[in-house]
T-cell receptor
Framework: GENVEQHPSTLSVQEGDSAVIKCTYS??????FPWYKQELGKGPQLIID?????GEKKDQRIAVTLNKTAKHFSLHITETQPEDSAVYFC??????????FGTGTRLTIIP | GAVVSQHPSWVICKSGTSVKIECRSL??????MFWYRQFPKQSLMLMAT?????????EQGVEKDKFLINHASLTLSTLTVTSAHPEDSSFYIC???????????FGPGTRLTVL
């Protein structure tokens, strides 16, 4: 089955700086890669996703890049703000199959 | 759009009782819903996949007789924790997939505490 590794497990950045979280996956058949943001005591919120026919996708301060050859994808947050502090999960899946999640990254934005 | 609700948001029950958690897709039809369990500071653990009108598919190690799942309509799935014990205390989260798409939207979660 699919295996997703996520790094780093914790990340602290100064407000205004950029944050990068990286994930690798094992199943070359995976073609859907979402990122979720989870705040304390809440359910995960989809913030951006990318499909294997696209190498990069951007939505305001958030961007995701995908390298299918190397089987890794990354989340980039620019101009970080205190409200970006949360736990971020990457995931990988194929078609209508279940998603496999990474272990999460706790992002702390230092004011 | 793409809102998923869960009810209740938190529940406290006595050991040995059963608890039902509802998951609803509010503005789309969900042919597939997923139930996850999450322990503090850990990732999401998939418990089962629920397809409308058919039996749920449970992940290895999840007791189907203890965690009963019913996906009665395209907008509602329920998880019943039967004969709950303190070790069942956890954060239970559902997600719903919009039709034939691969995008999953999560509910806000239900915190279950078994005394």
């Amino acid at each position: 089955g699919e295996n997703v590794e996520q790094h780093p497990s914790t990340l602290s950045v100064q407000e205004g700086d950029s944050a990068v979280i990286k994930c690798t996956y094992s199943d070359s058949a995976s073609n859907y890669f979402p990122w979720y943001k989870q705040e304390l005591g809440k359910g995960p919120q989809l913030i951006i996703d990318i499909r294997s026919n696209v190498g990069e996708k951007k939505d305001q301060r958030i961007a995701v890049t995908l390298n299918k050859t190397a089987k890794h994808f990354s989340l980039h947050i620019t101009e970080t703000q205190p409200e970006d502090s949360a736990v971020y999960f990457c995931a990988a899946g194929f078609g209508n199959e279940k998603l496999t999640f990474g272990t999460g990254t706790r992002l702390t934005i230092i004011p | 759009g793409a809102v998923v609700s869960q009810h209740p948001s938190w529940v406290i029950c006595k050991s040995g009782t059963s608890v039902k958690i509802e998951c609803r897709s509010l503005d789309f039809q969900a042919t597939t819903m997923f139930w996850y369990r999450q322990f503090p500071k850990q990732s999401l653990m998939l418990m089962a996949t629920s397809n409308e009108g058919s039996k749920a598919t449970y992940e290895q190690g999840v007791e189907k007789d203890k965690f009963l799942i019913n996906h009665a309509s395209l907008t509602l799935s329920t998880l019943t924790v039967t004969s709950a014990h303190p070790e069942d205390s956890s954060f239970y989260i559902c997600s719903a997939r919009d039709g034939g798409k691969d995008t999953q939207y999560f509910g806000p979660g239900t915190r279950l505490t078994v005394l």
